[in-house]
């Protein structure tokens, strides 16, 4: 429970640090820390992101926080009190994307589809 309790409360404060403090220009516009993983002994993390933007902003943002690692660890280790500050590592995470293309989808194929039409499940009322 405390790992867990942990890895919530980086994902909040790094949160912060990118949108407050960091100050790379390769790390702008939309990026969302969706997750942190941190391993049993604290000595290593990982910092799941989602961007948003096309291929080279995401390759770009990657490598800005790459750059950023020590930063960012320096100022989470300013912010616990831990007895090892994890070494953090970043990947990017798709889900948002992937969620807003389905949701995209469902709405492209309820706009298609003829108003007084069944659903596509065949649970629609009978006339």
Do not use: Y
Not at 53 to 77: H, K, Q, Y
Not at 88 to 114: T, V, Y
């Amino acid at each position: 429970m405390r790992l867990e309790r942990l890895q919530a409360a980086m994902r909040e404060t790094i949160s912060d640090i990118l949108r407050d403090e960091l100050k790379d220009p390769r790390v702008s516009g939309l990026v969302s820390v969706v997750a942190v993983e941190l391993s049993r002994d604290l000595k290593s993390g990982t910092v799941h992101v989602s961007v948003l933007g096309d291929d080279e902003t995401r390759r770009r943002t990657l490598e800005g926080l790459e750059c950023a690692r020590g930063f960012i660890r320096s100022e989470v280790a300013g912010r616990f009190r831990l007895r090892n500050v994890p070494d953090l590592s970043f990947r990017l995470d798709c889900s948002i994307e992937r969620g807003a293309r389905i949701l995209e989808l469902l709405a492209d194929d309820a706009r298609r589809r003829p108003p007084d039409a069944a659903p596509a499940d065949g649970r629609g009322e009978s006339p």
